[in-house]
């Protein structure tokens, strides 16, 4: 068979018909993100969730604590209540050793609870803690704690006379006043009778007037106050300061600036 004569310009053109063609390669994206990406992503939100759960658990493990130390404190006044009842002592009879009880008379005895609300309320109830005990007298109403066996406070009720006035057993009552315009001074001023038997902060309260410049004792009921003059600083007085409210309490004790 003769050979096929192929000339340059055919061989390529026939080259060309069979090669592919040349072309531009084209990129192609899509918002997909890797699957590697993906995993991370979500190990992030979970160990964002469990570090929120960690921190809840933890605040609900002490309110926990907390509110069981309330319920154990609680209970051991309650337990020794109850021993002292056991014993044959009765919580009254404990009150008596330090304050003259009103005679003939069946008091209302309650067990304080929620006693922030009651400090919120009435200054009274400033010094009580939950568990101790509240004497309700018709003349007379009074705080005790059981557990340290301390009268925390005392005040009168209505309008009496005699020795029920004062409810205390050769201890004086004492009015505190703050009149010298300074917050809370006449409550830390009772704080410092804490514990003691011979003085019982009746009420504390603001004086009429914030500008005292110097603390007035006054002494009503004309008792021994020779500490409270040293304690501080001050000759009593018999009479109080025009504008001032009655007291019922045996000193009135008005705080000044100085």
């Avoid at 609900?60 to 020794?80: G, K």
């Avoid at 001023?189 to 004086?207: H, L, M, P, R």
């Avoid at 001050?234 to 600036?257: F, M």
């Amino acid at each position: 068979m003769p050979k096929l004569i192929i000339n340059k310009e055919q061989k390529e053109e026939n080259f060309d018909a069979i090669a592919p063609q040349k072309n531009h390669p084209v990129l192609i994206t899509t918002n997909a993100q890797p699957q590697s990406k993906g995993r991370g992503g979500f190990g992030k939100a979970f160990f964002v969730l469990f570090l929120f759960a960690a921190g809840g658990a933890v605040w609900f493990y002490f309110q926990y604590a907390n509110l069981q130390a309330q319920l154990t404190d609680f209970q051991a006044i309650q337990a020794q209540n109850q021993e002292a009842q056991d014993e044959g002592i009765s919580l009254l009879d404990r009150i008596n050793q330090h304050i003259l009880l009103p005679h003939n008379e069946e008091p209302k005895i309650i067990t304080l609870k929620n006693i922030q609300e009651l400090k919120n309320k009435e200054t009274f109830y400033e010094y009580a803690q939950d568990g101790d005990a509240l004497v309700q007298f018709h003349s007379l109403e009074i705080i005790y704690n059981s557990a340290a066996d301390v009268i925390v406070n005392a005040r009168t009720r209505g309008t009496v006379a005699g020795a029920e006035t004062r409810a205390v057993q050769g201890a004086i009552t004492i009015d505190i006043r703050n009149g010298a315009g300074v917050a809370g001074l006449a409550g830390k001023t009772a704080e410092t009778f804490k514990g003691v038997k011979d003085f019982i902060v009746q009420s504390v309260g603001n004086a009429s007037r914030s500008d005292y410049s110097k603390t007035i004792v006054v002494n009503l009921s004309n008792k021994e106050a020779s500490g409270l003059e040293k304690q501080f600083n001050a000759t009593s007085v018999r009479d109080l300061p025009a504008g001032e409210q009655p007291s019922s309490a045996d000193v009135v004790i008005i705080l000044g600036k100085s």
